[in-house]
């Protein structure tokens, strides 16, 4: 905050990032982070901030893969190994799901021809 006014409703704070006024208390400038930006300002950032992040892992975790293909696609293989040998239902819902949808796809060939 650069200034500080008497306004309508009392004391006023300028906010750095927007140039506006708003009133000294807590449902326009957060607690706990100074008052050199307004809740608005403050949220806007923090959104900002945590979109670049996101792009940032992103893009690291797409490189990662990319360097690691193999390792990841083995991991996942040997998950799916332990998952048939330890869940006796799992074959039977799987070949049960594949059936069906092997019915589906012979229906809809049928009614192509």
């Not at 193999?70 to 799987?94: F, H, I, K, S």
Request: proline share 3%.
């Amino acid at each position: 905050m650069t200034g500080v006014r008497w306004g309508e409703e009392g004391m006023e704070g300028r906010c750095d990032g927007c140039a506006d006024y708003y009133p000294l208390d807590a449902e326009f400038w957060p607690r706990g982070r100074g008052l050199r930006f307004c809740r608005a300002c403050t949220n806007e950032r923090q959104r900002v901030i945590a979109a670049r992040r996101r792009a940032a892992q992103v893009a690291y975790n797409r490189e990662w893969l990319a360097a690691n293909r193999e390792r990841v696609n083995e991991r996942r293989r040997e998950l799916m190994r332990q998952r048939v040998l330890t869940d006796p239902t799992y074959l039977e819902r799987r070949r049960a799901y594949h059936a069906e949808r092997m019915r589906k796809w012979r229906s809809r060939q049928g009614e192509a021809a």
